[in-house]
């Protein structure tokens, strides 16, 4: 099983700045890892898949990186809305697998 | 415009069984793997099983296999989730997600909560 773990579990961050979170996996997952957006009482909605692809109707601001083992998500200026719980699921093999999360909050 | 909307959750005892459906529109429903994902409450998310297009594979996590069963109706549109030998900890939010295959999930139903407790 790949076990993805996001760093850091938590961040906290002003509007604006800019927000960088990693997601390292057990073993190489080629590009096959996306990134989901959760806010309180909603479901998950894709951002990025296959490690840099933005979904439909995301926001520029926000990019994925990487490939193998190292993957990061990066808002380049924070908006209000985006603070959010953030995940990333792998698809290169199974059982498909998230990481645990990471808390991006409001400082 | 793709749409996901789970039923059939409750409050289930321990052992016991539920059905789980999710209506799908929007898209060509046969075309595409189905999956379900759960968030148990305040945790983060586990995959639990996901069909193909034609419902000709499945793939089960192993916290359920032998006692979920996932299948999909593809002339109603329809995906469900079988779930018996229920215990405490399958206490989830179950959200049903279009992909799972060669596709990440997107988009995802609001999910449907399913508490098992005696």
Redesign the interface.
């Known amino acids: 099983e790949v076990v993805l773990t996001q760093s850091p579990a938590t961040l906290s961050l002003s509007p604006g700045e800019r927000a960088t979170l990693s997601c390292r996996a057990s073993q190489s997952v080629s590009s096959s890892l996306?990134w989901?957006q959760?806010k309180p009482g909603q479901?998950?909605?894709?951002l990025i898949?296959d490690a840099s692809n933005r979904?439909t109707g995301i926001p520029a601001r926000f990019s994925g990186s990487g490939s193998g083992t190292d993957f990061t998500l990066t808002i380049s200026s924070l908006e209000p809305e985006d603070f959010a719980v953030y995940?990333c699921?792998q698809?290169s093999s199974?059982?498909?697998?998230?990481?645990?999360?990471s808390n991006l909050e409001i400082k | 415009e793709v749409q996901l909307v789970e039923s059939g959750g409750g409050l289930v005892q321990p052992g016991g069984s539920l059905r789980l459906s999710c209506a799908a529109s929007g898209f060509t429903f046969s075309n595409y793997a189905m999956?379900w994902?759960r968030q148990a409450p305040g945790k983060?998310?586990?995959?639990v099983s996901?069909i193909s297009g034609s419902g000709g594979s499945t793939?089960y996590?192993?916290s359920v296999k032998g006692r979920f069963a996932i299948s999909r109706d593809n002339s109603k549109n329809t995906l469900d989730l079988q779930m018996s030998s229920l215990r405490v900890e399958d206490t989830a939010l179950y959200?049903c997600a279009k992909g799972?295959?060669?596709?990440?999930?997107?988009?995802?139903?609001?999910?449907t909560l399913v508490t098992v407790s005696s």
């Open positions: 996306a989901y959760q479901a998950p909605r894709l898949y979904a995940y699921q698809r199974w059982p498909r697998t998230f990481g645990q999360g | 999956s994902v983060g998310l586990e995959w996901s793939y996590a192993d959200y799972g295959y060669s596709t990440p999930y997107d988009p995802w139903g609001q999910g």
